[in-house]
């Protein structure tokens, strides 16, 4: 006997809109603090903070590459601490301070230790991945200074890459806080 | 003085771009486009009995929703067999959307246009379709088997079977001393690039043109899938790869589906129209690789010289052949790496299954061909008792017998023959790296600690540029900077450094002049693709010989105006110079406005170029009879066969002798990629394809239960390396030059994954003491087989 089967993710009801979807689909103005501006957008309930950050503020440096969480591609920091931007609704970002890519740095003039240090060590080939790395890393650097190879290592294995081996990201960590204790160094100078 | 860019570590050009935010991938691209979803078939092998659409249509913000019923001419009939072979005697393709009858779970059944991707999801979610299920077939052995077919008209639900032999390999085994028999296995993996396909279409009513974003390793092959199936004239269809998150072979793959239905629907609804690959759909929609079977029978000598090898395997090509048969016939063809095999026959059946398609994946068909010979050669080491790097050394090719001839077809129809390579030289190189000789010894102190560690080894021959050409354009303009084109793309390969630093050396200009465009068919729209480890030995020659095309004209140009011979005359820095003379010069970016006389001065460069300057030779036409306007050129390369790379590595692992648990300690790779232009980024790809060598040998598969649903399709469930798996890689090179281009270069994108299955296995054999033939090997795995080998002994 063939075994006949009518399939369909929800009930053959299909035409019944449910309560949740309408839900979902109330707009909200949210206004957000993105890398320091305050910037405003209509949407529904359920828009991703990833969407909105890339469709709607059109910040597109903020990539997507699982959806649910794993791959960290997606990573900004929602004040200061890193957060995966497809796990969050826009809706659930409005009062904070978000930081994307383009916040850490938006020129090749104005890139910061770990832009720069990603750079000086081959850090990323296709650079899909790279800006969850960086503003991962940026985090990371802002409370310890002078990582061990182990402690690079394991910062970052948060991250998927499937480029680069990894071994030159854990390379541009280490750099990356070089340049920073530089910078401080260089600073503190200045000041005296 | 200008500082020679080629074999200099050079900094990439791109990374400041991509590292801040520039990068514009795919789905970085058409805000305001209308987005598609797919509907996707939920069984493996069933026929659609009915579509009922109804409660979508209402779906607020709903465009369009099509089946294969909607779909005309061209575009509703199946999608091309790429690459046909002629034992290629069942080829199957599936349609852009099922018609019919669905071959996969995932497979495209209906496709929805909608304001944004949310409301074409839930479109989707309302479509309703009726289905009557078939038996499936998956896995190899029931596909073998064949007590039900995937394709009623392909018996035996093979697709292709072919058989190559080289000597009578019959009676040299007769004839062989000592004979061995393996039965291998080797499990599905796939590419997963962090960005997932993706397509963007624009149609252009005004003119009639389309313009079309892919994120693919070929936009030239996707242009002119996607002209011949909308019926449009070629000129009026232009592809673009724009930044592509990665690819590693699925994305040379095309026409996908969407790359037909998404210019179509962008046509019909007079719209822009995207799609954007998610990861649940990459996993069940795009391609797979590595699945194979494999019987080796080896006939060798006392001193563990092969007379005789005889290998059979059955590859796992899922539902359709539209990539033909590439994936085996390498595995075929490499099997051999750097070894004479003394006779060799080599029959493959492929097969259909119904599980997602097969198409390469990095390494294509080596990562299992090196599994089968260096498993044999471990084999024939413990068989004899005698060290297994030797039993290898044995059997080399050496260098004297370069260029070596092994009498095979390769993958690209031409003879798999050996250009040049130093296998012993790369053997020393990584006995020593690795320690091979004091291993007993570390061996020793960690058994009396208590730990089992063992040492792998595994070598391979990678055939890398194969044909059949690529091109270069470069073009000067009056400001001396030089745009180069190649129509091939880049997926994070660094093309617009490694092809950059070329150019500069070639033209004598500084590297930040110089600015490369890959991709993108209204720069060069003759090209192939990126793939098989080609594009540094293919474009790098093509945009080299470009360049010395351009540069003749250049000293041509300045030979006349500073009244010397072209001979006299050379460029530093960008600027041209008669040789003794300095004072006596002119820059590139003058001889660009004097190669094209104007009429209109655009600005102040360009009025020494016009028709009052009085800069011209009255007696003659502006533009010479077998001249043309422009500081520009191109030049193709088209080598009459590949290029053969080649790499050994070693790797120590700890198995803990409780848990299983499996450790990589440390990862030795030698590697030969003839000539490098920049050995930071071939370190670079060295390290990836390690890396994803390691997801290969101990993480990842695709888990298909027997109604042919994959049961781990999420990155939560598919293990992927994080930096936490991948393990220190120690690197060393040798450059050994090519002979069959300028450059003397080989590619080296594939390398690094193709032996690491082969050389993991080698490592937990010797830790362990029986024999590894499946893989990947995950602990519960390594557990099971201690306890059965255990009580193997025990009785």
Redesign the interface.
């Known amino acids: 006997m063939?075994?006949?089967?009518?399939?369909?993710?929800?009930s053959?009801t299909?035409?019944a809109v449910t309560a949740a979807?309408l839900l979902a689909d109330e707009m909200h103005d949210v206004t957000v603090t993105v890398n320091g501006v305050a910037r405003s957008a209509r949407v529904?309930a359920?828009?991703l903070l990833s969407d909105f950050l890339?469709?709607d503020l059109?910040?597109?440096?903020?990539?997507?590459?699982?959806?649910?969480g794993?791959?960290g591609?997606c990573t900004v920091l929602v004040d200061g601490s890193p957060t995966r931007a497809c796990l969050m609704f826009a809706v659930q970002a409005q009062r904070h301070e978000i930081t994307?890519?383009?916040g850490?740095?938006?020129?090749?003039e104005?890139?910061n230790h770990v832009?720069r240090a990603?750079?000086?060590c081959?850090g990323?080939?296709?650079?899909?991945?790279?800006?969850g790395f960086?503003t991962t890393i940026t985090a990371y650097l802002e409370d310890h200074d002078d990582p061990t190879e182990d402690e690079a290592?394991?910062l970052?294995?948060?991250?998927?890459?499937?480029?680069?081996?990894?071994?030159?990201?854990?390379k541009s960590v280490l750099r990356a806080a070089e340049i920073k204790r530089e910078e401080i160094t260089r600073d503190e100078g200045g000041r005296a | 003085m200008t500082t020679r860019q080629f074999g200099a570590p050079v900094q990439r050009r791109e990374d400041p771009r991509l590292l801040t935010g520039g990068g514009r991938y795919l789905d970085d691209l058409g805000h305001t486009a209308y987005e598609a979803a797919f509907v996707r078939s939920p069984y493996a092998h069933a026929r659609i009995l009915e579509i009922d659409t109804d409660a979508a249509v209402d779906v607020d913000g709903v465009i369009a929703i099509y089946t294969h019923e909607d779909l005309p001419g061209a575009v509703g009939e199946p999608l091309p067999v790429l690459i046909p072979h002629p034992a290629l005697t069942a080829a199957r393709t599936g349609y852009p959307l099922a018609k019919g009858e669905v071959n996969h779970v995932g497979e495209a059944v209906v496709m929805v246009v909608a304001t944004n991707r949310y409301v074409a999801e839930d479109a989707v979610d309302r479509i309703v379709v009726r289905y009557e299920q078939l038996p499936p077939v998956v896995g190899i052995e029931n596909a073998r088997e064949a007590a039900h077919l995937v394709h009623e008209d392909a018996p035996g639900n093979v697709s292709a079977h072919l058989v190559q032999e080289v000597g009578d390999v019959t009676s040299a085994m007769a004839g062989a001393p000592h004979t061995l028999t393996l039965e291998l296995d080797i499990e599905r993996s796939a590419c997963m690039p962090m960005e997932g396909k993706g397509v963007y279409a624009r149609w252009n009513s005004d003119d009639e043109s389309l313009r079309v974003y892919s994120s693919t390793q070929t936009s030239t092959g996707v242009r002119a899938c996607v002209a011949a199936k909308l019926d449009l004239p070629l000129a009026k269809v232009e592809c673009i790869a724009p930044d592509v998150g990665g690819g590693f072979g699925v994305k040379i793959m095309h026409p996908w589906p969407e790359e037909v239905l998404v210019p179509w629907a962008s046509r019909n609804l007079d719209h822009d129209v995207k799609w954007t690959e998610d990861r649940r759909e990459h996993f069940i929609s795009s391609a797979h690789e590595r699945g194979q079977l494999q019987e080796v029978t080896v006939g060798f000598d006392d001193e563990g010289r092969m007379l005789a090898l005889d290998v059979r395997f059955w590859h796992d090509n899922g539902a359709y052949t539209p990539y033909g048969i590439i994936v085996p016939i390498i595995t075929a063809t490499q099997l051999l790496g750097p070894y004479k095999p003394g006779s060799y026959r080599v029959e493959f059946f492929s097969l259909y299954t119904n599980t997602v398609l097969v198409t390469p994946y990095r390494g294509a068909g080596r990562p299992q061909g090196c599994f089968a010979m260096e498993r044999t050669m471990d084999a024939i080491a413990a068989h004899l008792g005698i060290d297994r790097a030797e039993v290898r050394s044995r059997n080399f090719i050496q260098p004297d017998e370069m260029p070596y001839d092994h009498g095979l077809m390769f993958q690209d129809g031409r003879p798999l023959k050996y250009d040049s390579g130093d296998f012993p030289a790369s053997l020393a190189k990584l006995k020593e790296l690795v320690g091979w000789d004091d291993f007993a010894d570390y061996r020793a102190q960690a058994e009396a600690e208590g730990r089992k560690v063992g040492l792998g080894i595994g070598c391979y021959v990678e055939g890398t540029g194969v044909g059949p050409y690529e091109g270069g354009h470069i073009q000067i303009e009056t400001n001396g900077r030089v745009n180069v084109a190649t129509g091939l793309t880049t997926q994070g390969q660094g093309h617009q450094t490694s092809l950059a630093q070329i150019v500069a050396d070639e033209l004598g200009v500084p590297i930040e002049n110089v600015h490369v465009t890959t991709g993108d068919t209204r720069r060069m729209a003759y090209a192939v693709g990126t793939f098989a480890s080609r594009a540094a030995v293919m474009s790098g020659n093509a945009v080299a010989l470009a360049a010395k095309v351009v540069r003749a004209k250049a000293l041509r140009i300045a030979a006349d105006a500073l009244e010397v011979s072209p001979e006299d005359l050379e460029i530093e820095d960008g600027v041209i110079s008669v040789k003794g003379a300095p004072g006596s010069s002119i820059d590139l970016g003058t001889i660009a406005v004097m190669s094209n006389p104007l009429r209109y001065a655009f600005d102040e460069a360009a009025k020494k170029a016009t028709q009052f300057a009085g800069t011209f030779d009255v007696e003659k036409p502006p533009i010479g009879d077998d001249d043309e306007p422009g500081l520009e050129g191109q030049d193709f390369y088209s080598p009459t066969q590949a290029t053969f790379a080649n790499g050994m590595h070693a790797a120590i692992v700890e198995t803990d002798p409780v848990t299983a648990e499996i450790r990589i300690l440390r990862y030795c790779v030698v590697h030969d990629c003839g000539n490098m232009i920049n050995p930071l980024i071939v370190e670079g790809q060295v390290h990836g394809g390690v890396a994803q060598g390691v997801g290969g040998a101990l993480y990842e598969r695709m888990v298909y239960d027997e109604s042919g649903q994959l049961l781990n399709a999420s990155f939560m469930d598919f293990l992927m390396p994080y930096a936490s798996e991948v393990p220190f890689i120690e690197t060393d090179h040798l450059e050994t030059p090519s002979p069959l281009n300028p450059l003397g270069i080989k590619g080296a994108g594939e390398a690094g994954t193709i032996p690491v299955t082969a050389v993991i296995a080698s490592a937990i054999e010797d830790a362990e003491g029986f024999p590894i033939t499946s893989m990947p090997i995950s602990p519960p795995e390594l557990w099971a087989l201690r306890r059965a080998h255990a009580r193997k002994d025990a009785s």
């Open positions: 063939p075994d006949t089967t009518t399939s369909s993710p929800i053959t299909t035409s979807d529904p359920r828009r890339r469709h059109r910040l597109t440096g903020t990539h997507v590459g699982c959806e649910h794993v791959c591609a994307t890519v383009e850490l740095g938006s020129t090749p104005t890139m832009q990603f750079a000086e081959h990323l080939q296709c650079g899909f991945c790279t800006p960086v290592r394991e970052i294995s948060g991250n998927l890459c499937r480029c680069t081996g990894y071994q030159n990201i854990i």
